[in-house]
């Protein structure tokens, strides 16, 4: 199994760029989450989905949109890009709400010049 | 008031040591609880639950005190592969019902 698989693992953006990052997972997971990570700032939820077709906004959800069509991909989208998106994106998913933790995707690496 | 939060350390001991992490959480009506680990630079990975009656595995041992709403880490005999950032994290209840709030981590270095 190849659990939660991110896609691009770095990219550079120029401002204003648009991108989507993609998070698959094949543990037929029903919860999915994308978190983005800053120095000295800790983890910090941006939108989650807790089924196909359902996404909520997190903490710090301005300046993204996710998609959950299918229930192994949970899409993030950055419309214009700025320099203070800049960060690492965790996605990350999980069977249900019992005692389970996340599985955690390797990161993008998001660069916004 | 943050979800929960942790003394961010930085935390350096030599081999062999034991050191003790802590953490609190604001919402008692908190089930589930978790410490993770995190290597520089790369995605937060499970480490061990916490229950209710404390837990060890190897050399790690956790304890939840419901009542004061903490938790701790403890780790026995310090290696230098334990070096990493320490991820305290509480499942979330009602509303937030599948939510993980993961602490800012305790840093850790283990020197030879």
């Known amino acids: 199994n190849a659990g939660v698989t991110q896609t691009p693992k770095f990219r550079v953006l120029k401002t204003g760029q648009s991108m989507t990052l993609l998070c698959a997972q094949d543990?037929?997971?029903?919860?999915m989450y994308w978190y983005r990570q800053d120095p000295g700032m800790g983890l910090r939820l941006i939108h989650y989905?807790?089924?196909?077709?359902?996404?909520a906004k997190g903490e710090v959800p301005d300046g993204y949109n996710v998609s959950r069509l299918k229930k192994q991909n949970f899409l993030l989208g950055l419309e214009s890009a700025a320099p203070s998106q800049t960060s690492v994106y965790f996605c990350a998913s999980r069977r249900g709400t019992d005692a389970t933790g996340y599985t955690f995707g390797s990161g993008t690496r998001l660069t916004v010049v | 008031r943050k979800e929960v939060e942790q003394d961010p350390g930085p935390f350096n001991v030599p081999e062999g040591a034991t050191v003790a992490f802590n953490c609190t959480y604001s919402n008692s009506a908190s089930q589930s609880f978790f410490w993770y680990r995190q290597d520089c630079r790369k995605e937060p990975k499970l480490l061990m639950s916490v229950y209710s009656s404390g837990n060890e595995d190897g050399r790690f041992t956790a304890q939840l005190n419901r009542a004061s709403q903490y938790i701790s880490l403890l780790i026995r005999d310090s290696k230098l592969s334990d070096s990493a950032t320490y991820l305290c994290v509480v499942g979330g209840r009602g509303s937030t019902l599948g939510r993980l709030y993961f602490g800012r981590g305790t840093q850790l270095t283990v020197w030879p």
């Open positions: 543990m037929n997971h029903e919860y």
């Open positions: 989905s807790v089924g196909e077709g359902t996404t």
